[in-house]
């Protein structure tokens, strides 16, 4: 195994496993105890082993959510010595019509995990679920309840705390701005995606009370001339700093900033999900500022190997945060200032210590800026 595979899945024992089938008294338990370091005796082998992900609408090199997906379903693949395409594959959707079916068509492969990306799949995989329940799916980003809010023993929910690593990066946008204006794009308004606007504005606040944030969603992950609008009425508004939590549509961010900062203008743009720095750049340099890099890519490898090792975690709800290392600031630095990296690595251990409760929703915000009065 890959050293960064194994450093990984060893912090699933760190991830917040909770199960919502009925009372706390009856939560199972992530498997543990006697024998743990044996194969499980649904273990598969790899030889045998078939995993496959349905992508959003964003489709496989959205250079964002869905690309860090399938890298992490490689990556693992790659890993495990299965064949692409057969061992490990996976099927786009062109639209949400989609989900549905193409979850059903790798269900009927008798795929042994199969991954659906994005919360806009909650519907699909449920339904799914409900029909096979020999089935093992998994999904990130939500959590998939039946009538009574109970969670499906062959669902495992993957979520993260992107509000964490939002907030780092709202903290290094409110140290950077020359203007005091910053922007937020966001995908579909829903509550995951308040999760990373309310934990940016609470870290653009931290270090700059006075800043102004501006807010729009496109109501699409795949548009990215939408993008490109939202961010030119936005930097013609004076922010100076936008990010965004937009997938494929967040790319029109990036050729927005790009073309100002091609005529001199000095803007900077916020990648996510992974490190964006590439989508920023022009000549030797580049508008990415920094990116929150959400391990999507660690989350399919650790439940994909846990899966082939017959400890599928269905039922449960996975979540990683900084704790686990999951979420926050891109690798590259190279735009972000001494002052920038030195406070995000301060407000990363007050949040990781307790001393900051990072808001993901606009109640939480409202309650955070209240105490910072």
Known sequence: MKKWLRTLTMSVAAAVALTACGSGDDAAETPTGEGEDAPSEDAVEADDFKVAMVTDVGGIDDKSFNQSAWEGLTAFGEEAGLEEGTGYRYLQSATMDDFEPNLRSLVREDS??????????????????????????????????????????????????EHEGSFLVGVAAGLHTEGDKVGFIGGVESGLIKKFENGFKAGVKAVNPDAEILVQYAESFNDASIGSQIANTMYSQGADIIYHAAGGTGNGLFTEAINRARNGEAVWAIGVDRDQHDEGAYGDESVTLTSMVKRVDTAVAIVSEQTMNGEFPGGEILEYGLEEDAVGIAPTTDNLSEEALSAVEDYKAQIQSGDISVPSTDDEYDEYLEGLE
């Open 112 to 161: 042994d995990l199969v991954w659906g990306i994005g919360f806009l799949m909650e519907d699909a995989v449920r339904t799914i679920a409900e029909q096979v329940e020999e089935a093992q799916i998994a999904i990130v980003d939500t959590v998939v309840l039946d009538a009574d809010e109970n969670t499906y023993d062959n669902i495992a929910n993957v979520t993260f705390k």
